[in-house]
């Protein structure tokens, strides 16, 4: 079983930029497909990027530009670079780490086998 914790979250200007981090527990992290989803107060969860074992990337169209999703694989950690922010991004945002086939997306939580507990982004206008 895979721990993951997450940090790097805070309070931020409109504008502004943070970089949240997921620390894995395993050696192994390079293994696993790494997602990351942000849940707004009041509102579901939400994808918002993927990073795969071979290094392809998918983004949310609402990030598409501003996010980056990267890992380094020495440090068994993920990153999610987060330029130009807005309040809109204001939410608790998880990662996750799948390992193995897929059934449905990467974009899909659903797909997910390990969760972090999550960091707090919020944006002030």
């Known amino acids: 079983q895979v721990q993951l914790v997450e940090s790097g979250g805070g309070l931020v200007q409109a504008g502004g930029s943070l970089r949240v981090s997921c620390a894995a527990s395993v050696r192994t992290f390079s293994d696993y497909a790494v997602g990351w989803f942000r849940q707004a107060p009041g509102k579901g969860r939400a994808f918002v990027a993927y990073i795969l074992t071979g290094g392809r990337t998918n983004y949310a169209d609402s990030v598409k530009g501003r996010f980056t999703i990267s890992r380094d694989s020495t440090k068994n950690t993920a990153y999610l670079q987060m330029n130009s922010l807005q309040p809109e991004d204001t939410a608790a945002y998880y990662c996750?780490?799948?390992?193995?086939?897929?059934?449905?997306?990467?974009?899909?939580?659903?797909?997910?086998?390990?969760w972090g507990q999550g960091t707090q982004v919020t944006v002030s206008s």
């Open positions: 996750a780490a799948h390992r193995g086939h897929w059934r449905l997306s990467p974009a899909s939580q659903d797909e997910y086998e390990e």
